[in-house]
């Protein structure tokens, strides 16, 4: 009994510890963003004479800085053109992925496993290798640079390695064939098989691939800023090229503008948090 | 499924995302090793087939080697702390205590933003908000800027990178250890003189696969840094922290030898392919079969 | 919940930052001085009653494009945009080169994407590495006589536009000064390095501890600072282009190169009283600006595309600021000492491959309304806030800076001299000049690594 109760105090203490310690590490974590927050109410001059000060400033605090930030990136029209863009990618990528990844799961012949070893191999391509090229094929060659299409078009191309690779695991790991083949049995095609059968039960690792690629797409700079030129077709993340200067940035803006931009996809998150953990929690283990 | 069906599945499941995948990433690819061969500047309409010379010449910039040493020290460093780092986060998220999901939130969101803004707001940190502190507490560690020593820089780059890295690791991680049953993580938990043992004999093994996946994962990004390295540093101090993924964009617009830059990346692909090529098969080779 | 509140938490931070556009110029924490009334910039009022330019009726609906890499005046330049538009019919979107890109590499992206801009803002060796393949000769356009002294040639034929003229050396801020020392301050005074010195040792010894601020960014360290050396050969564009020749060339010792000693020697006249001596390599670009602008520092190494950053640091355009030169040595009649550096920086380029005849008619237009109309040379001037490189041109800048160097244009005061050195010149040798400011290295070691840049040249 007496070692028990010994046993169960250095448990209690090691809990105490464990958390102590994983708060300091939080607040560190979550220490760049109060910056944000604090800084996004400042004016200029607070910001650089005393970036932590919160309340004694000498200009004060306002949010000038949203209203400005808002205005100048004609807020609306580009979260529509982000919207546009990262729905629809989303939803192709999604959608291929998990096929492509349950063919390359269930035919294990040699066209599925170059494609995979392809797949996985492209990962570690760098994009500055092949943003030149990307854009004299996709811009001199064929002339379809400027559209919104063009984007979604490539901002799938370019997730699908990594979804199709989180999905191949998935599945490998926790679809029992049996399933299927009892559904064939039962004279299902596999198009239907796929659909009424598998596709459901992808539903935890879906929900992981949709944050993650929604929020890639949603903060992605390079690719559309070599996609889009016309400023009607700008998204959040272009949008906000004018708070920087060629010799210095505006950074109450920036800040705002990030803020404005990071919102959206924070709500998103937070909605879909408890299906991305057990998404992730049944996915990637095996 | 049997073969017969073969051709009219693969059409009807694999061809669409391998369309995009293929004309997205593998035909700039392909056209990319091309442009190697060639002396091309990036805009001139005139490309003249030069051979293996961009490939000489790479031998010969020796500011690219460097780069590349640079690189696997950061590397190395990133990969180290990352997965430790997440690995022991993960394990204290597991344990039931208090708001976990909080934390596991918490600790994704440096992913919500994008790399060249996120190193726009920690070159504020390091440069005024760390010198700020320094000035009211005296404290020498933030004296002078971090940004402005090649060693602190170099640090800071880490430390950016753990950051920024480690809270998709954790989830990973988290979700490996959910993945493991009761019995072992009870038998895990540190408290008896034996516990460092138990993790090291009975979870570890268990957990390979999510080692597998991060381990991947940290190394490709690791080695492909870009975003981080341009707007927290921009190889400043005195271009001591230009990892090679930065020297090779400088050397393709800023020195304007595309070819050369070219032949640089593609040196720099088949060098990480090799590598985490390696580290999958070694720690898939770990895994346990449960 | 947890998550609940979370929510809960965002909804209300969502609606807290979309509201804020009633709330805007509301103010609250604890502020020490809220109200400035400077920090309203005035624009300058544009005459837009007379307009004797003629506009060619053929170009109207034609639309081009204008690729701008000179950030801080793309709103400006949508403006004349506006304007040019509501008189001649053409359209002219100005595209700006985004964060994270350079004009360079933005030029490439869109030469690959079959979409070139019509016309570009460019720096003179972007111009002259395109020129000849890609740009429209413009040696025939009305303009060039105007310019005279200010065009970049490639084998003998004009590819651009030259759009203002930027000058650089120590700026000062009088006010400072003089109420540090409690006399009037004369810049004609100080005349050579070592009355420099020892001007500033007077501001130290008067209680003003660092009175100098120096960038320690490489295009400023690099371009600015170092190409000194091939400037101030002998105060023109062809002697720079001469001694860099022979520098590529292997003919030159830098060892004996006297401008590179000098050189040196006035980089560590700056480098002592740097007020960010003990962390050089820490200095921010914003801070230098307040210092100066609020009289903890009297001087600044920059040029005249400073003043955005001054008048938003409070600097007024009543404000008595101005140039010194780069002093190099103690010999008063070397023309360093008297003259500041002053030459056309960024250029415009027509696409002379891609673009129909009629959009290059519409670009050329563009550009004549720019130099003729009065309009066109008010805004350049005033909305813009440029120094014309165009003698018909009128119109005086307004701000302090722009205007000391249109002054001291007009009263020879100023060489032009730009150096073209190969592009990645300010960021390789930007980095040795780093190492050198921050202590790193000594006089031999940064003199060595030029040497080498310039042998990996050949």
């Known amino acids: 009994m007496k070692q028990t109760s010994v046993g169960g105090n250095k448990k209690k203490l090691a809990n105490i510890l464990s958390m102590v310690v994983l708060i300091i590490i939080f607040i560190a974590y979550m220490f760049p963003f109060l910056m944000v927050v604090i800084n996004s109410l400042k004016q200029k001059r607070d910001i650089i004479k005393s970036p932590f000060s919160w309340l004694f400033t000498i200009k004060g605090l306002s949010f000038d800085n949203f209203v400005k930030a808002f205005t100048q990136m004609d807020f609306l029209n580009a979260f529509k053109n982000s919207l546009i863009v990262t729905v629809s990618a989303t939803v192709l990528v999604t959608l291929f992925a998990a096929m492509l990844a349950y063919y390359v799961v269930r035919h294990k012949n040699w066209v599925s496993k170059i494609v995979f070893a392809l797949m996985v191999a492209s990962m570690i391509i760098p994009f500055q290798a092949i943003m030149i090229p990307l854009v004299n094929i996709y811009g001199g060659m064929l002339n379809i640079l400027n559209h919104r299409l063009t984007l979604i078009f490539m901002h799938t191309g370019f997730s699908m390695a990594m979804s199709v690779f989180m999905f191949h695991g998935f599945i490998n790991g926790n679809i029992p064939i049996a399933l299927e083949e009892a559904a064939y049995i039962d004279g299902c095609t596999h198009f239907q098989t796929f659909f009424k059968i598998v596709f459901p039960l992808l539903k935890p690792i879906i929900s992981t691939m949709v944050i993650l690629n929604a929020m890639a797409f949603w903060n992605d700079f390079l690719l559309p800023s070599l996609v889009l030129t016309d400023k009607e077709l700008l998204t959040l993340p272009l949008s906000t090229y004018s708070f920087y200067g060629t010799y210095s940035a505006d950074y109450g803006t920036i800040m705002a503008g990030l803020l404005l931009c990071v919102v959206p996809i924070l709500i998103l998150y937070v909605v879909l948090q408890k299906q991305i953990i057990n998404g992730v929690v049944a996915g990637a283990v095996k | 499924m049997k073969s017969k069906s073969n051709g009219k599945d693969f059409c009807i499941f694999a061809l669409p995302g391998l369309f995009c995948f293929v004309a997205v990433v593998i035909i700039p690819f392909v056209y990319g090793v091309y442009l190697t061969l060639t002396d091309w500047d990036g805009v001139s309409s005139v490309k003249n087939f030069v051979g293996l010379a961009n490939f000489v010449g790479v031998g010969k910039d020796s500011q690219f080697w460097m780069s590349l040493l640079l690189t696997f020290k950061y590397v190395v460093f990133v990969?180290?702390?990352?997965?430790?780092?997440?690995?022991?986060?993960?394990?204290?998220?597991?344990?039931?205590?208090?708001?976990?999901?909080?934390?596991?939130?918490?600790?994704?969101?440096?992913?919500?933003?994008?790399?060249?803004?996120?190193?726009?707001?920690?070159?504020?940190?390091?440069?005024?908000?760390?010198?700020?502190?320094?000035?009211?507490?005296?404290?020498?560690?933030?004296?002078?800027?971090?940004?402005?020593?090649?060693?602190?820089?170099?640090?800071?780059?880490?430390?950016?990178?753990?950051?920024?890295?480690?809270?998709?690791?954790?989830?990973?991680?988290?979700?490996?250890?959910?993945?493991?049953?009761?019995?072992?993580?009870?038998?895990?938990?540190?408290?008896?003189?034996?516990?460092?043992?138990?993790?090291?004999?009975?979870?570890?093994?268990?957990?390979?696969?999510?080692?597998?996946?991060?381990?991947?994962?940290?190394?490709?990004?690791?080695?492909?840094?870009?975003?981080?390295?341009?707007?927290?540093?921009?190889?400043?101090?005195?271009?001591?922290?230009?990892?090679?993924?930065?020297?090779v964009y400088e050397k393709a617009f800023t020195s304007r030898q595309f070819g050369l830059g070219q032949a640089e990346a593609l040196i720099l692909f088949v060098i990480v392919a090799c590598i985490s090529g390696l580290q999958v098969y070694l720690t898939k080779k770990k895994e346990v079969q449960a | 919940m947890m998550r609940k509140k979370v929510v809960k938490s965002l909804c209300l931070m969502l609606i807290l930052a979309l509201t804020s556009s009633m709330l805007g110029g509301c103010r609250f924490g604890f502020a020490s001085d809220p109200d400035d009334p400077d920090e309203e910039v005035k624009e300058e009022p544009i005459d837009t009653s007379v307009d004797t330019f003629e506009y060619d009726d053929s170009l109207e609906g034609t639309s081009i494009t204008l690729l701008n890499s000179k950030a801080e005046i793309q709103v400006a330049l949508e403006k004349m945009s506006v304007e040019f538009e509501s008189r001649s019919g053409i359209h002219v979107e100005v595209m700006p080169v985004t964060?994270?890109?350079?004009?360079?590499?933005?030029?490439?992206?869109?030469?690959?994407?079959?979409?070139?801009?019509?016309?570009?803002?460019?720096?003179?060796?972007?111009?002259?590495?395109?020129?000849?393949?890609?740009?429209?000769?413009?040696?025939?356009?009305?303009?060039?006589?105007?310019?005279?002294?200010?065009?970049?040639?490639?084998?003998?034929?004009?590819?651009?536009?030259?759009?203002?003229?930027?000058?650089?050396?120590?700026?000062?801020?009088?006010?400072?000064?003089?109420?540090?020392?409690?006399?009037?301050?004369?810049?004609?005074?100080?005349?050579?390095?070592?009355?420099?010195?020892?001007?500033?040792?007077?501001?130290?010894?008067?209680?003003?501890?660092?009175?100098?601020?120096?960038?320690?960014?490489?295009?400023?360290?690099?371009?600015?600072?170092?190409?000194?050396?091939?400037?101030?050969?002998?105060?023109?564009?062809?002697?720079?282009?001469?001694?860099?020749?022979?520098?590529?060339?292997?003919?030159?010792?830098?060892?004996?190169?006297?401008?590179?000693?000098?050189?040196?020697?006035?980089?560590?006249?700056?480098?002592?009283?740097?007020?960010?001596?003990?962390?050089?390599?820490?200095?921010?670009?914003?801070?230098?600006?307040?210092?100066?602008?609020?009289?903890?520092?009297?001087?600044?190494?920059?040029?005249?595309?400073?003043?955005?950053?001054?008048?938003?640091?409070?600097?007024?355009?009543?404000?008595?600021?101005?140039?010194?030169?780069?002093?190099?040595?103690?010999?008063?009649?070397?023309?360093?000492?008297?003259?500041?550096?002053?030459?056309?920086?960024?250029?415009?380029?027509?696409?002379?491959?891609?673009?129909?005849?009629?959009?290059?008619?519409?670009?050329?237009?563009?550009?004549?309304?720019?130099?003729?109309?009065?309009?066109?040379?008010?805004?350049?001037?005033?909305?813009?806030?440029?120094?014309?490189?165009?003698?018909?041109?009128?119109?005086?800048?307004?701000?302090?800076?722009?205007?000391?160097?249109?002054?001291?244009?007009?009263?020879?005061?100023?060489?032009?001299?730009?150096?073209?050195?190969?592009?990645?010149?300010?960021?390789?040798?930007?980095?040795?000049?780093?190492?050198?400011?921050?202590?790193?290295?000594?006089?031999?070691?940064?003199?060595?690594?030029?040497?080498?840049?310039?042998?990996?040249?050949?």
């Open chain 2, 79 to 247: 990969v180290v702390i990352v997965n430790v780092l997440a690995f022991a986060i993960a394990y204290l998220l597991t344990r039931g205590m208090k708001g976990q999901n909080f934390f596991r939130a918490g600790f994704f969101t440096p992913n919500l933003i994008g790399g060249i803004v996120l190193g726009y707001i920690w070159q504020f940190v390091f440069s005024r908000v760390f010198v700020n502190i320094g000035e009211s507490t005296g404290w020498s560690l933030f004296e002078v800027s971090w940004l402005s020593d090649p060693t602190k820089a170099f640090a800071a780059l880490v430390l950016v990178s753990v950051w920024q890295l480690s809270g998709y690791m954790i989830l990973i991680y988290v979700a490996g250890f959910m993945g493991l049953n009761e019995d072992v993580m009870e038998a895990a938990s540190i408290d008896g003189a034996s516990g460092w043992r138990k993790m090291r004999s009975i979870v570890l093994p268990l957990m390979m696969s999510s080692v597998t996946i991060c381990l991947f994962l940290t190394l490709s990004r690791a080695f492909m840094v870009y975003d981080v390295n341009l707007s927290l540093t921009a190889g400043a101090p005195y271009g001591t922290t230009e990892m090679a993924a930065m020297h």
């Open chain 3, 99 to 458: 964060d994270g890109d350079s004009p360079y590499t933005k030029v490439v992206s869109l030469y690959n994407s079959g979409n070139p801009p019509t016309m570009a803002i460019l720096d003179t060796t972007d111009v002259i590495a395109l020129a000849e393949e890609k740009a429209e000769d413009l040696s025939a356009e009305d303009w060039i006589s105007e310019a005279e002294g200010y065009l970049t040639e490639v084998n003998g034929k004009v590819y651009s536009f030259p759009l203002c003229i930027e000058g650089r050396g120590i700026i000062y801020n009088k006010a400072a000064i003089e109420e540090t020392l409690g006399e009037t301050f004369d810049p004609k005074s100080v005349r050579t390095l070592g009355e420099f010195e020892e001007f500033l040792n007077r501001l130290v010894e008067a209680g003003m501890e660092k009175p100098l601020s120096l960038a320690k960014e490489d295009w400023s360290l690099g371009a600015h600072h170092l190409q000194f050396i091939y400037e101030t050969y002998d105060g023109t564009s062809e002697g720079a282009q001469d001694v860099i020749e022979k520098i590529k060339a292997g003919k030159m010792d830098l060892a004996s190169y006297d401008r590179l000693g000098e050189f040196v020697d006035a980089f560590d006249v700056l480098k002592e009283y740097n007020v960010a001596k003990g962390d050089p390599l820490g200095a921010d670009y914003d801070e230098m600006a307040i210092d100066l602008a609020d009289g903890k520092t009297a001087f600044w190494f920059n040029g005249n595309w400073a003043w955005p950053n001054l008048s938003e640091a409070g600097a007024n355009n009543e404000d008595a600021y101005g140039f010194l030169p780069y002093f190099m040595n103690d010999d008063e009649d070397d023309f360093v000492n008297q003259k500041i550096q002053a030459s056309p920086s960024k250029q415009v380029m027509i696409d002379g491959q891609m673009s129909s005849e009629k959009e290059k008619a519409a670009a050329k237009e563009f550009m004549n309304w720019i130099v003729y109309s009065e309009i066109g040379q008010q805004m350049l001037v005033k909305t813009c806030n440029i120094i014309p490189p165009f003698a018909n041109n009128p119109y005086e800048p307004s701000d302090p800076l722009s205007r000391d160097i249109y002054e001291k244009i007009h009263a020879d005061e100023t060489f032009n001299a730009s150096a073209i050195v190969p592009n990645d010149h300010w960021s390789i040798l930007g980095a040795a000049m780093q190492k050198y400011l921050a202590g790193r290295s000594d006089r031999d070691e940064l003199m060595d690594s030029i040497q080498q840049y310039w042998e990996e040249q050949k």
